[in-house]
């Protein structure tokens, strides 16, 4: 009897944990509900709805372009400071370095920096060279002025016309003449040497001599710049005239008295009779 009242508690007691919500095998615990606010993502606004961050997202760069040594295109030429393209400043260094050593004329500097077989600046360069150069061109008148009467020993009115022409120095009458009012010049010594290189190399009589001094075609001394010459070089006329009658004969072929005849002209060698005597009788 007893046996069986246990058994009926043993049942009875299962049936009570059922009733009491005891999970089985055979029946899934149901999934507990999720907050869909905590899991599912907000939809998604309209783009006009939610602006773009430019300003904290775009690099700097790309709004205000900034140069750095790395983007090159945007580095300004170096050789352009304060407006002044290199090529510009190139030419007037280049005038200055002129100036200092040759003491051109502004004429001739401009030719110099643009001749194709000078500096071959551009016209605008140079134009600025010469524009914005230092430069004293009557003191640079004078320096060439002083060269030309140490080693070509000039006349006044040589060196005044060499500083001047188109073919010379290209200074202007003005500049010039400050040279050649201001030089340290003795004509006098100057119409002498001149004299000397004539008679050594070109063997000249006397009259003809002065007459290359004078001459507008030729040294432009004064009359009385080229007597002191030839009453002071040292000249054997005879012998000059000796020379000179050798000359003809040996490149022209003339006879002895065709000779005296050029020797004594005042359209040929201007020697007098005398001289000529000399040179005919010692020719042979």
Same mark, same amino acid.
């Given at each position: 009897? &007893?046996?069986k009242?246990l058994?009926?508690?043993?049942?009875?007691?299962?049936?009570?944990?059922?009733?009491? @919500?005891?999970?089985t095998?055979?029946?899934? +615990?149901?999934?507990?509900?999720?907050?869909?606010?905590?899991?599912t993502?907000?939809?998604?606004?309209?783009?006009? /709805?939610?602006?773009?961050?430019?300003? %904290?997202?775009?690099?700097?760069?790309?709004? #205000?372009?900034?140069?750095?040594?790395? /983007?090159?295109?945007?580095i300004?030429? &170096?050789?352009e400071?304060?407006?002044?393209?290199?090529e510009? &400043?190139?030419?007037?260094?280049?005038?200055?370095?002129y100036? /200092?050593?040759?003491?051109?004329?502004?004429a001739?500097?401009y030719?110099? *920096?643009?001749?194709e077989?000078g +500096?071959?600046f551009?016209?605008?360069?140079?134009?600025?060279?010469? !524009?914005? $150069?230092?430069?004293d061109?009557n003191?640079?008148?004078?320096?060439?002025?002083? #060269?030309?009467?140490?080693t070509?020993?000039?006349?006044?009115?040589?060196l005044?016309?060499q *500083?001047?022409?188109?073919?010379?120095?290209q200074?202007?009458q003005?500049?010039?003449q400050?040279?050649? %009012?201001n030089?340290a010049?003795?004509?006098?010594a100057?119409? *002498?040497?001149?004299?000397?290189?004539?008679?050594?190399t070109?063997?000249?009589?006397?009259? @003809?001599?002065?007459?290359?001094? #004078?001459?507008?075609?030729g040294?432009?001394?004064?009359?009385?710049?080229?007597?002191y010459?030839? !009453?002071n070089?040292?000249?054997?006329?005879?012998e000059?005239?000796?020379?000179k009658?050798?000359e003809?004969?040996? *490149?022209? %072929?003339m006879?002895? +008295?065709a000779?005296? /005849?050029?020797?004594?002209?005042?359209?040929?060698?201007?020697?007098?009779?005398?001289?000529? %005597?000399y040179? $005919?009788?010692?020719?042979?």
């Open positions: 009897m &007893k046996k009242v058994s009926l508690l043993v049942i009875f007691s299962f049936f009570a944990l059922v009733a009491c @919500g005891t999970p095998t055979n029946q899934p +615990e149901p999934t507990p509900p999720v907050s869909v606010s905590n899991t993502p907000s939809p998604t606004k309209p783009a006009e /709805d939610t602006p773009t961050q430019a300003a %904290d997202t775009t690099p700097a760069a790309t709004q #205000t372009p900034i140069p750095t040594p790395e /983007d090159s295109s945007q300004p030429d &170096k050789a400071n304060n407006g002044v393209p290199s510009y &400043k190139s030419a007037l260094n280049k005038a200055n370095s100036n /200092d050593l040759m003491h051109m004329s502004k001739r500097l030719d110099q *920096l643009t001749s077989y +500096e071959k551009s016209a605008d360069a140079a134009q600025y060279a010469i !524009d914005n $150069i230092k430069a061109w003191a640079n008148a004078l320096a060439i002025a002083e #060269t030309y009467n140490s070509m020993h000039m006349s006044k009115a040589g005044y016309e *500083l001047t022409s188109e073919y010379g120095e200074f202007t003005e500049e010039a400050y040279a050649v %009012d030089i010049a003795d004509w006098n100057n119409a *002498l040497a001149s004299a000397q290189n004539y008679n050594d070109m063997h000249m009589s006397k009259a @003809g001599l002065y007459d290359q001094l #004078t001459s507008e075609y040294e432009q001394f004064t009359p009385e710049e080229a007597q010459a030839v !009453d070089v040292v000249a054997d006329w005879k000059n005239a000796l020379q009658a050798k003809y004969r040996s *490149l022209m %072929d006879s002895s +008295e000779i005296r /005849d050029q020797l004594v002209s005042e359209y040929g060698e201007q020697f007098t009779q005398e001289e000529a %005597d040179a $005919i009788a010692n020719l042979d």
